[in-house]
């Protein structure tokens, strides 16, 4: 980091409210002052899915963001707290009888590890397709699925100030070795992308790496500025700490020394894009929440927001709308909708398609140009990033109309197809190809994919 020390002090205004960071797991949930005046039963709950489940969550968003006079209705309490349908009711009896009847530790684990095995712990191909290989190994903690975006687990970053309850990386915080994407071989990904110069984005994901030190994050960013990396153009930071802790760009003990990093990279050549996971435009109405964003802003990073569609939490039009013009007036690029993942706690969470379309247009017609940079409803599918542009009648049929925004091939890329209505489907597999076809476009091409890979 020493490169980076003579880039000046950075200012911030004094700031009130939470400072210390503490952290709360299932087992501290009763220490929790707001939780243990709510009703026995929905603490009962909370224990009961907080065995399947990861739960985290810290004193500044218990004490900043949730509004405890609207529990259970709260978003950011749905968003952090688990909820009972967050498990199919047989699921969620299993677990509860067992807590109740004072079950034993490994039986109860036994169970919660079954009960995850059915949630589809890593969707879309991430375990058997996206996995890179260097000198005929695989490289564990990093994955290429598009030709130009390479993503990186740091293993010091895989946790976060608080988990989302509908996160669709769960399967990361489970303390499962088998399910955990994670490295901290900085030169194996360095070795990697010497020799792939098609990819000009690396995203450095998680977990959180903004829980790691600024020291660990710089170990892995700052060889990327030698002339050998030069088409690497684009370090993309995946974060929900703007949200769950600002204090990360504004009061911790190395947030200088971060901001620093990131303005010596873009000062470097490098573009520095802060992907900035937001749902609800509540997480950006506290003064250090937009203290950090003014901070970060100003280092030259660009911050693009980007959220899933998820039902307790934002799905509404208005919630949107409010969200995009609210990051808009802060100087935050509107990026993506996309919609719930296929894995998880979707039961609970999930919209079907036609009505996250429904919210998208309607949010959409709320605001002006610069906030309809946000692209969605996008799924994050195994063969890419399919977006739902509408429902449309071709040929007498009632279709929806569907494009890929990224695909494992990019000649998929832009070219519109059609799936036949269907009011309940929320995941392109819930799909069927339209207009007598017998099959979407892609779709010999990726079982042909899938194929190569299981072998």
């Given at each position: 980091?020493?490169?980076?020390?003579?880039?000046?002090?950075?200012?911030?205004?004094?700031?009130?409210?939470?400072?210390?960071?503490?952290?709360?797991?299932?087992?501290?949930?009763?220490?929790?002052?707001?939780?243990?005046?709510?009703?026995?039963?929905?603490?009962?709950?909370?224990?009961?899915?907080?065995?399947?489940?990861?739960?985290?969550?810290?004193?500044y968003v218990v004490d900043e963001l949730i509004d405890w006079d609207d529990i259970p209705n709260d978003p950011i309490f749905q968003l952090t707290f688990p909820q009972q349908g967050m498990l199919a009711p047989e699921d969620f009896a299993h677990i509860a009888g067992l807590l109740d009847a004072g079950?034993?530790?490994?039986?109860?684990?036994?169970?919660?590890?079954?009960i995850r095995h059915k949630l589809n712990p890593h969707p879309a191909g991430q375990r058997l397709l996206n996995v890179p290989r260097l000198d005929d190994k695989r490289l564990e903690g990093m994955q290429h699925k598009y030709r130009e975006t390479v993503l990186f687990f740091p293993s010091q970053g895989q946790t976060c100030h608080s988990y989302c309850t509908f996160?669709?990386?769960w399967a990361q915080f489970i303390g499962d070795k088998e399910l955990r994407i994670a490295s901290h071989e900085a030169t194996l990904l360095h070795r990697y992308l010497r020799q792939h110069t098609e990819v000009t984005d690396l995203l450095v994901t998680g977990?959180?790496?903004?829980?790691?030190?600024?020291?660990?994050?710089?170990?892995?960013?700052?060889?990327?500025?030698?002339?050998?990396?030069?088409?690497?153009?684009?370090?993309r930071l995946g974060t929900k700490a703007l949200s769950f802790w600002p204090q990360r760009f504004v009061l911790d003990e190395d947030a200088d020394d971060l901001l620093r990093l990131l303005e010596w990279l873009v000062r470097k050549g490098k573009?520095?894009?802060?992907?900035?996971?937001?749902?609800?435009?509540?997480?950006?109405?506290?003064?250090?929440?937009?203290?950090?964003?003014?901070?970060?802003?100003?280092?030259?990073?660009?911050?693009?927001?980007?959220?899933p569609l998820i039902a307790h939490i934002n799905d509404d039009a208005d919630v949107w709308a409010t969200l995009?013009?609210?990051?808009?007036?802060?100087?935050?690029?509107?990026?993506?909708?996309?919609?719930?993942?296929?894995?998880?706690?979707?039961?609970?969470?999930e919209v079907p398609l036609v009505r996250a379309w429904e919210i998208y247009r309607d949010a959409i017609q709320q605001v002006s140009g610069v906030a309809r940079t946000a692209r969605g409803p996008s799924m994050s599918a195994g063969p890419g990033k399919v977006e739902v542009q509408g429902v449309a009648e071709v040929g007498g049929e009632k279709v929806f109309v569907l494009r890929f925004i990224q695909g494992r091939n990019p000649d998929w890329v832009q070219r519109p197809f059609f799936a036949q209505f269907d009011a309940a489907a929320t995941w392109l597999?819930?799909?069927?190809?339209?207009?007598g076809e017998?099959?979407?476009?892609?779709?010999?091409?990726?079982?042909?994919?899938?194929?190569r890979a299981a072998h």
């Open positions: 980091m020493s490169q980076v020390r003579n880039l000046g002090a950075r200012t911030a205004r004094p700031l009130t409210g939470v400072e210390q960071f503490q952290v709360y797991t299932e087992r501290q949930l009763e220490q929790i002052p707001q939780v243990a005046r709510l009703p026995a039963e929905l603490r009962r709950s909370m224990h009961a899915v907080a065995q399947v489940l990861p739960f985290r969550v810290n004193r079950g034993d530790p490994v039986q109860i684990r036994a169970a919660a590890q079954a996160c669709f990386r977990g959180d790496p903004m829980v790691m030190k600024t020291k660990h994050l710089a170990s892995y960013l700052e060889p990327l500025l030698q002339p050998e990396f030069d088409h690497v153009q684009t370090l573009q520095v894009a802060v992907m900035a996971h937001y749902n609800h435009w509540r997480e950006l109405d506290t003064p250090i929440a937009r203290e950090a964003v003014r901070r970060l802003r100003e280092t030259g990073a660009v911050i693009r927001s980007q959220s995009w013009q609210t990051q808009v007036r802060l100087g935050i690029v509107p990026y993506y909708m996309f919609v719930e993942r296929d894995t998880g706690a979707r039961r609970y969470f597999d819930d799909l069927r190809p339209a207009l017998k099959e979407f476009f892609f779709q010999a091409e990726y079982d042909a994919m899938q194929a």
